[in-house]
């Protein structure tokens, strides 16, 4: 089948953020603009002739004209073989456990997480390489600085594939296999986890939980493993069918956007554990009836607790979290006496640590948790895990957290989010505040003290490549900590994420509410940065 050669011209605006390429779909649909970028990948790799792809999207609207067009670019450029999610769908933890299983050259996810979908919403696109995790920043620069330059890419006519059905077809010399999108992923997970003792949980008539998968792209993953291979009754899953449009909310599993199942665990008679994912399956929240988990907790419990997993019985070899994320794993490596590193923020730096085997557990603040089974965060893992710990602890999620603090103490954590700020705004307010960092140590705010501030630059241990501004840090004496940094995954204007913490030893402390916890120091983010005066904000959008 003859290559056709596109002539083209080079957009300006394709450089990806902290997870890929992400803009309104409108940007996507323009002629040439997925083309460009796609080739743009391509021609920033080498050694791929031949070799297989894994190709998948989480389901939002253009998920299957953007797959189709990029089977005719990966033909025309050479590649021997694809293997995509029927439908077209495939979460982002499975094209990293697909990637693996099959020892792909690579694999690309078709999504935009959980920014919201449909005609006006966004879209985006990434590349994976072949540990299966996001490309490294060397690779995503050179794929920005080749989309700058671009001037052709290449594709053949060819008529779309069906994806409707598995099976194999051709596109010229290119393979193209159509595989159940959940079969791989559930397999591995069972490998991981005493399916029989959750079985035994769900059997036994006491416990019960809902899912909620956001009528994202978790929901045929959860149906699978929670209804069928675990049993837990039909409707354990809510919302589990994808939507092009996510049914027209934000699949962003939080206490703001996974709201009717906060009020089902706040209400009268809620299951004994919930959870929810996001857009394409890589995050998670989980809550307790009345009792919500922050993520850095999640972290903290799951390693302290591995040893009761099959999957990580013989131990951990270290941890890592992001900068931002709380520093409640840092205690328990610190009591296993294992190493714990920090990231800036964005999973593909967990990937050098996880696969030069520094690592076997790690997370971030935004709901993100994972493992060395796979190169991105899982949210149905991480879900998975909590139910193999309710099975093997026989106690409620509550239970768990609240003896957790008492053996290590509680980190109060919180980010909020101001978002849609003018962006020139936004950065001329980090940039003011980053020109004032020298002068903060010593300088008293109340009762606080502030004792070290710099941006985050981050060495890699394993190839020690540097990432530099990853963030603005205000360390106090009394320990507490406020970081500013501005997002990297939004498409409209700028979000600034303040993220506060506080350590609080004293069991008889750790009752009370995030926000009453860290009042004073939520002031002081707000005083130093001048976050109302600069955006006219007087209260963030978003709290987690
Ligand atoms: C956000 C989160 C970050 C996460 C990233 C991708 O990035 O803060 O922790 O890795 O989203 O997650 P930012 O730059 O907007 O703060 V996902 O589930 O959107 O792929
Ligand atoms: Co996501």
Same mark, same amino acid.
């Given at each position: 089948m003859p290559v056709r050669i596109v002539e083209t011209s080079p957009f300006s605006d394709q450089r990806p953020g902290t997870s890929g390429l992400r803009k309104k779909v409108k940007v996507f649909q323009a002629p040439h603009y997925l083309e460009n970028f796609v080739q743009s990948i391509f021609d920033s790799l080498e050694g791929f002739a031949g070799q297989t792809l894994i190709l998948g999207g989480d389901g939002r609207y253009h998920n299957r004209e953007a797959l189709q067009i990029i089977l005719r670019i990966a033909a025309a450029n050479g590649f021997g073989r694809i293997i995509t999610g029927r439908d077209g769908l495939l979460s982002t933890p499975a094209v990293s456990c697909l990637i693996r299983k099959h020892r792909a050259f690579g694999g690309i996810v078709l999504s /935009?997480?959980?920014? /919201?979908a449909g005609p006006e919403e966004d879209f985006g696109i990434k590349y994976n390489i072949d540990n299966g995790g996001p490309a490294p920043e060397k690779l995503t620069n050179a794929i920005y600085q080749r989309s700058t330059q671009i001037d052709r890419y290449l594709t053949?006519?060819?008529?779309?594939?069906? +994806? =409707?059905?598995?099976?194999?077809?051709?596109?010229?010399?290119?393979?193209?296999e159509i595989v159940d999108p959940v079969a791989d992923y559930a397999d591995l997970m069972e490998t991981l986890f005493d399916f029989d003792r959750i079985k035994d949980l769900f059997a036994d008539g006491q416990f019960s939980m809902c899912f909620d998968a956001m009528s994202a792209v978790t929901g045929p993953y959860a149906?699978?493993?929670l209804e069928q291979r675990l049993g837990a009754p039909a !409707?354990? *899953?809510?919302? !589990?069918?994808? &939507?092009?449009?996510? !049914?027209g909310g934000h699949p962003d599993p939080n206490l703001i956007h996974a709201r009717e199942l906060v009020a089902m665990m706040n209400g009268t008679a809620p299951?004994?554990?919930a959870a929810a994912s996001d857009g394409d399956g890589d995050r998670n929240m989980v809550l307790g009836p009345n009792f919500y988990i922050n993520p850095g907790d999640s972290l903290a419990v799951l390693a302290a607790n591995a040893h009761l997993v099959p999957g990580y019985a013989t131990g951990l070899s270290g941890v890592a979290r992001s900068m931002p994320t709380s520093a409640a794993v840092d205690r328990v490596a610190d009591h296993l006496a294992i190493p714990c590193y920090e990231t800036p923020t964005g999973w593909k730096f967990f990937g050098n640590l996880l696969d030069a085997g520094r690592i076997t557990l790690c997370g971030e603040e935004s709901f993100g948790t994972g493992s060395n089974h796979a190169r991105e965060?899982?949210? +149905?893992?991480? *879900?998975?895990?909590? +139910?193999? &710990? +309710?099975? /093997?602890r026989m106690q409620s999620a509550e239970e768990i957290v609240r003896q957790h603090w008492g053996k290590f103490g509680r980190n109060f954590f919180t980010r909020h989010d101001y978002e849609g700020l003018d962006a020139a705004n936004a950065e001329a307010m980090l940039s003011r505040l980053r020109n004032e960092l020298a002068a903060l140590p010593g300088q008293r705010m109340g009762s606080e003290?502030?004792?070290? /501030? =710099?941006?985050?630059?981050?060495?890699?241990p394993v190839e020690g490549s540097i990432s530099t501004n990853q963030g603005i840090r205000i360390g106090f004496e009394s320990g507490d900590r406020i970081v500013y940094r501005l997002s990297g995954t939004g498409?409209?204007?700028?979000? &600034?994420? *303040?993220?506060?913490?506080?350590?609080?030893?004293h069991a008889g402390a750790h009752d009370q509410s995030s926000q009453t916890a860290l009042a004073k120091l939520i002031a002081n983010a707000n005083e130093i940065a001048g976050i109302s005066a600069h955006t006219g904000r007087s209260r963030p959008d978003v709290i987690t």
């Amino acid at each position: 089948m003859p290559v056709r050669i596109v002539e083209t011209s080079p957009f300006s605006d394709q450089r990806p953020g902290t997870s890929g390429l992400r803009k309104k779909v409108k940007v996507f649909q323009a002629p040439h603009y997925l083309e460009n970028f796609v080739q743009s990948i391509f021609d920033s790799l080498e050694g791929f002739a031949g070799q297989t792809l894994i190709l998948g999207g989480d389901g939002r609207y253009h998920n299957r004209e953007a797959l189709q067009i990029i089977l005719r670019i990966a033909a025309a450029n050479g590649f021997g073989r694809i293997i995509t999610g029927r439908d077209g769908l495939l979460s982002t933890p499975a094209v990293s456990c697909l990637i693996r299983k099959h020892r792909a050259f690579g694999g690309i996810v078709l999504s /935009a997480s959980h920014n /919201a979908a449909g005609p006006e919403e966004d879209f985006g696109i990434k590349y994976n390489i072949d540990n299966g995790g996001p490309a490294p920043e060397k690779l995503t620069n050179a794929i920005y600085q080749r989309s700058t330059q671009i001037d052709r890419y290449l594709t053949i006519d060819h008529a779309d594939v069906d +994806l =409707d059905h598995t099976g194999i077809c051709r596109v010229g010399n290119l393979e193209i296999e159509i595989v159940d999108p959940v079969a791989d992923y559930a397999d591995l997970m069972e490998t991981l986890f005493d399916f029989d003792r959750i079985k035994d949980l769900f059997a036994d008539g006491q416990f019960s939980m809902c899912f909620d998968a956001m009528s994202a792209v978790t929901g045929p993953y959860a149906r699978e493993i929670l209804e069928q291979r675990l049993g837990a009754p039909a !409707g354990t *899953v809510i919302r !589990g069918e994808p &939507l092009p449009d996510f !049914g027209g909310g934000h699949p962003d599993p939080n206490l703001i956007h996974a709201r009717e199942l906060v009020a089902m665990m706040n209400g009268t008679a809620p299951p004994k554990f919930a959870a929810a994912s996001d857009g394409d399956g890589d995050r998670n929240m989980v809550l307790g009836p009345n009792f919500y988990i922050n993520p850095g907790d999640s972290l903290a419990v799951l390693a302290a607790n591995a040893h009761l997993v099959p999957g990580y019985a013989t131990g951990l070899s270290g941890v890592a979290r992001s900068m931002p994320t709380s520093a409640a794993v840092d205690r328990v490596a610190d009591h296993l006496a294992i190493p714990c590193y920090e990231t800036p923020t964005g999973w593909k730096f967990f990937g050098n640590l996880l696969d030069a085997g520094r690592i076997t557990l790690c997370g971030e603040e935004s709901f993100g948790t994972g493992s060395n089974h796979a190169r991105e965060k899982d949210g +149905l893992w991480a *879900v998975l895990f909590w +139910l193999n &710990l +309710l099975a /093997a602890r026989m106690q409620s999620a509550e239970e768990i957290v609240r003896q957790h603090w008492g053996k290590f103490g509680r980190n109060f954590f919180t980010r909020h989010d101001y978002e849609g700020l003018d962006a020139a705004n936004a950065e001329a307010m980090l940039s003011r505040l980053r020109n004032e960092l020298a002068a903060l140590p010593g300088q008293r705010m109340g009762s606080e003290t502030v004792k070290t /501030a =710099d941006d985050f630059s981050y060495t890699d241990p394993v190839e020690g490549s540097i990432s530099t501004n990853q963030g603005i840090r205000i360390g106090f004496e009394s320990g507490d900590r406020i970081v500013y940094r501005l997002s990297g995954t939004g498409t409209e204007g700028a979000t &600034l994420r *303040v993220y506060m913490e506080r350590y609080e030893p004293h069991a008889g402390a750790h009752d009370q509410s995030s926000q009453t916890a860290l009042a004073k120091l939520i002031a002081n983010a707000n005083e130093i940065a001048g976050i109302s005066a600069h955006t006219g904000r007087s209260r963030p959008d978003v709290i987690t």
